[in-house]
């Protein structure tokens, strides 16, 4: 005899209102700019296309113009305006899962002659270690070095790293010019073992790592020497918000995340970001946090 549950399913089956699983996706068809059916390629064939079109992109000065570029190549390939919008928002989802196109697309933002981000340090950074003594601290992320050199010229004992060739190299060489010693590391952040009670300090801004997971939160917990700091910030936007950058971090779970350290400093505005991000607008939401491991 069926059950009430398994005659809505054979109703639904027949009727044609199951929603297709997003697995299937491959098996679905799509419209080309010309209006032709085409099958829609899978989430790997579309990851594996975007990392091999990336190191022939154009030169960018910041990573945000890189998705509109690579938009209007599929676009002007013959891809519909609506299958290239498809194709972007899985390789923004797959980006917070991947390093191989960061790599690419940061080489490519660092050998830039005009830097389109604050190349001065993190203003939340300058503010938070004014009057501190310097120790140990960790930049991740560290871009061309930006916050770990400002660190280094205050005496302190900088670790960073980055995915990015190129960053590291101009971080390196800015080090050499100011005659500082740095420790520039060319790692994946997957990779780079943050230790155990070993910083004083770690800098984490504009990073498209999960800051609010419970095992990462834990892992710079357990890293921090007890009276660490961390400094945090990025773009605030709700986890939930379609379309949200990879690098942005939800202010409610951040609050939350990291309930077990002492809250220094919170903001939660609607300022300039030391990134721009793709629409191009001059101001956004930026939530900043610097939180201490009780001693
Ligand atoms: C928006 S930039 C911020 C850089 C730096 N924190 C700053 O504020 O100037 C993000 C950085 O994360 C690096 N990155 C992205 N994914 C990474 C990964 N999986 N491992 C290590 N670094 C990564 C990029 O190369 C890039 O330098």
Known sequence: MFKPKGLLFVVALLSGLLITPLHHANAQESKTA????????????IWQQWVTWLPSAPPVDTPAKVYPQYRSSLISAGTSAAEADRQILIIRRMMHERSDA????????YASSTPNFVTQPNALLMATVEGLKPGRALDVGMG???NALFLALKGWEVTGFDVSDEGIAVARKNAERAGVKLNAIRETDEA????SD???LIVFVYEP???TSTAYVERLRKSLKAGGLIVIESYGQEASMPN?????IDPGQLLAAFKDLRLLHYEDIVTRPDWPLPSGEEKTRVVRMVAEKRP
């Open 34 to 45: 010309s209006g032709q059916a085409q099958a829609q390629p899978s989430d790997e064939a």
């Open 102 to 109: 960061w790599r690419i697309i940061f080489n490519n933002v």
């Open 144 to 146: 061309q070095g930006r």
């Open 192 to 195: 780079f073992d943050y230790g």
């Open 198 to 200: 070993r910083w004083d």
């Open 209 to 211: 790592f999960p800051v």
């Open 244 to 248: 949200r950058s990879p690098t942005a």
